[in-house]
């Protein structure tokens, strides 16, 4: 049950981000979940859009280098320990976690979205799913705000 996030890669330079920021909103997509990771010569945000196809063809189309990838988004309490739980899940059937990021205050009551790429996702979500964790679809994007 992944879900599509795309990484678009910038110039670490003034205005990249405000740019792609402009072009999606101008082609009506909605930015749900935004990380930014950079060096010193580039930069690769990482979008949870509700719109993946159309924002990968508009930002190819305006010159950026988009890539489309599966990330797997787990509904957790949002609470201290929440996130402890989630990792405990993951220690013990031995998943490395290759990035994450989180959406708090626009999931459901109480609840945060953590947004993960592992090494495995199927043996991750497998295992996340068997101790109760939900997790979101595609679709379920639309109704997160």
């Given amino acids: 049950m992944q879900i599509r996030q795309i990484s678009i890669f910038l110039e670490n330079k003034p205005g990249q ?11 009506g997509i909605d930015i749900a979940a935004l990380s ?8 690769i945000v990482r979008m949870i859009v509700n719109d993946y196809e ?3 063809r508009t930002l190819s189309e305006k010159g950026s280098v988009v890539n489309v990838a599966g990330v797997v988004a787990v509904r957790v309490p ?3 320990g ?15 976690i290759e990035y994450s990021y989180a959406m708090c205050g626009g999931a459901s009551e109480g609840n945060a979205i953590l947004f993960f790429r592992f090494s495995d996702n199927e043996k991750a ?21």
């Fill in 36 to 43: 930014l990771a950079d060096t010193s010569d580039f930069g």
């Fill in 54 to 56: 159309k924002a990968t």
């Fill in 82 to 96: 929440g996130m402890a739980g989630v990792m405990e899940v993951l220690d013990s059937v031995g998943v490395n």
């Fill in 17 to 27: 981000l405000s740019r792609i920021c402009r072009d999606l909103a101008d082609a």
């Fill in 78 to 80: 949002d609470s201290p």
């Fill in 125 to 145: 979500e497998s295992a996340l799913q068997k101790a109760g964790y939900a997790m979101l679809a595609e679709g379920d994007l639309r109704q997160v705000k």
